[in-house]
């Protein structure tokens, strides 16, 4: 078995057994940076979310207050300074970007149960409210559980989901944006700890579809990051005495009780803070691939006007250099995005699933979650593939067309 495949083996492994935990992203948290005196002294309370852009190297701050506050961070030297101090509708608890080069950002807003777009000019003097999208409207099920509400958001483009074969808990198929952004909305939620999927039209209020509920292993989720170089979504549970980060590929199952849920790849303990607050609520991270920049994690807690004022010096901490989960094969750039993927339907599979995608002909091989060949079939052309002889679990499509090769994987029943 060659390297890739041993690294593949050992992935689809991970996702079949008993997960040790590790220290994430670092052993302590006086170990890394305090970025705190970096951003304007007054109101640093209630830090709820953090979303780091790779493309201008900038880390963006929301507070439950209704703050926003972005940080320039230059690489060269290890600098940050802050470039916004913008104030928000409602209560943000969580921040993301679809499109990494445009000037504007998303937030979850707990306190209306709303995703709000925002646009702003280049340097920031302008923030405006665009759209917004209730949470609370049909066809989404969300109900209003008070302040235990979403709190995370982040974006994932539509080819990574089509590439791991992203499957609709409301549909139980393939799921990819039909709502003209080019990818999905996935909300962190504190109430269980599900992570709820939406598919938004960037352009119109309350335009929606929703996608479904996805378990995860804890019972509340606070925030969420993308490693768009990887293909990792991470999910932040915040527990007090007990925070700790997954890390999924997005792939899921059905459990025993009917609920879908995300095969976990990665389980990470957090480190304790300094005093008794452990509230953790928000975190970002550089992608593992494609940059110079030395691969770092930030991390915020929430303080509160009750917590002594000492506190407020130590709310924002950045981790570097650290080491970041996952491989960069194949989503090794943001080129990907562009680039074709096959599509696997349906997702879970039965005895039959019909494989599509922008080739002609090409090799197609099996592998199942031992990373062992099942199946392998030369000059395959696009159109159905028998599975029946298969047994239940979790296979590796990989495909190989005009020194191209393609990967996504399915579920056989």
């Known amino acids: 078995m060659n390297p890739m495949k041993r690294l593949l083996a050992l992935l689809f492994l991970l996702q079949f057994t008993i997960i040790s ?13 305090n970025l705190t005196n970096v951003m304007s002294s007054s109101g640093i309370q209630d830090l709820s979310g953090l979303h780091f852009n790779p493309v201008n190297n900038r880390l963006y701050v929301v507070q439950d207050t209704g703050n926003l506050r972005v940080l320039q961070w ?6 940050f300074s802050q470039i916004a101090d913008k104030t928000l509708s409602g209560g943000p608890e969580g921040i993301t970007q679809a499109n990494l080069y445009a000037n504007e950002f998303y937030v979850i807003d707990e306190n209306n149960y709303q995703i709000k777009r925002y646009t702003h000019t280049a ?5 405006n409210l665009y759209k917004h999208w209730n949470l609370l409207l049909a066809p989404s099920t969300m109900t209003d559980t008070g302040n235990t509400g979403p709190e995370g958001i982040v974006f ?3 080819s990574y989901l089509a590439a791991i ?7 139980g198929q393939m799921y990819t944006s039909v709502k003209g952004l080019g990818g999905l909305f996935f909300v962190a939620n504190q109430d269980a700890g599900y992570v709820w999927v939406y598919d938004l039209n960037p352009n119109s209020n309350d335009d ?5 509920k996805y378990k995860t292993n804890r019972t509340e989720s606070c925030d969420l990051a993308f490693d768009r170089s990887t293909g990792l979504l991470y999910i932040l549970h915040n527990i007090s005495g007990s925070n700790s980060l997954e890390v999924t590929d997005l792939t899921t199952y059905v459990t025993n009780a009917g609920n879908r849920k995300f095969f976990i790849a990665n389980d990470y303990d957090l480190p304790n803070t300094s005093d008794a607050n452990d509230n953790i609520e928000g975190f970002a991270l550089t992608p ?4 110079t920049a030395t691969a770092g994690a930030w991390l915020c807690r929430d303080i509160e006007s009750s917590d002594p004022a000492i506190m407020e010096q130590d709310v924002l901490r950045w981790f570097t250099p ?18 074709a993927a096959i599509v696997v339907a349906p997702n879970p599979a039965n005895d039959q699933i019909s494989i599509n995608g922008n080739f002609d002909v090409g090799a197609i091989k099996l592998y199942n979650a031992l990373g062992q060949l099942v199946l392998e079939k030369e000059n395959f052309k696009t159109g159905n593939l028998d599975v029946s002889e298969l047994s239940s679990g979790l296979y590796l499509v990989e495909l190989r067309s005009n020194d191209t090769l393609y990967q996504t994987k399915f579920l056989k029943k």
């Open 208 to 212: 929606f579809a929703f996608v479904g």
């Open 123 to 127: 340097n920031f003097s302008t923030v």
């Open 322 to 339: 650290y080491v970041p989960a996952g491989t960069c094969t194949p989503l090794a750039n943001e080129n990907f995005e562009k680039s």
């Open 165 to 171: 074969g992203f499957i609709s808990q409301q549909t």
């Open 156 to 158: 994932i483009p539509d």
């Open 21 to 33: 935990a590790q220290i994430w992203p670092s052993q302590t948290w006086s170990s890394a940076t």
């Open 288 to 291: 593992k691939c494609g940059t």
């Open 74 to 79: 230059n690489p060269m030297n290890n600098t």
